[in-house]
């Protein structure tokens, strides 16, 4: 486990922009069990591509008029149970962080996997997640 006021501020990042942190297996299946409604779910990590590429992403995608009814975030290195519980519902994708899934209607709709993060600039992964929101949400 990373130190709480090492990722304090990486989990705030995402707060502030409008997600739920998750931190709790129940957390994660109260809102990914539903059957109804759109979740982004955000797999925070501490690695560069999370600073340089994902956060930002997710953050301008959570600013687009059309997004999911829930933005919710899990923190890979400390959110041990939340972050497996998310995962399970990530199948038959491997697990990846940082990585944001889209579900519809409890189904998984859209992945962007970690390769598809690194290297790639903060806009263009924005971008890939609004077209998504405007085909799902």
């Not at 989990?11 to 409008?18: C, D, S, Y």
């Not at 797999?43 to 994902?54: D, I, L, Q, Y």
């Not at 889209?102 to 598809?116: P, T, W």
Request: net charge negative.
């Amino acid at each position: 486990m990373y130190p709480e006021d090492m990722v304090a501020p990486m989990r705030e990042e995402l707060v502030n922009a409008g997600f739920k942190e998750t931190r709790t297996a129940e957390e994660v299946d109260q809102i990914l069990g539903s059957k109804e409604g759109t979740t982004l779910v955000m797999v925070n990590s501490v690695c560069g591509c999370a600073a340089r590429n994902a956060r930002p992403a997710a953050t301008m995608a959570a600013s687009y008029d059309k997004k999911p009814d829930n933005l919710i975030t899990v923190f890979a290195g400390n959110d041990k149970e939340a972050v497996e519980k998310a995962r399970a519902y990530m199948l038959p994708f491997p697990p990846s962080s940082p990585a944001m899934a889209l579900f519809k209607n409890g189904e998984l709709v859209h992945m962007i996997e970690r390769h598809h993060i690194e290297g790639r600039p903060a806009e263009l992964i924005a971008e890939n997640l609004k077209m998504a929101f405007d085909e799902f949400c």
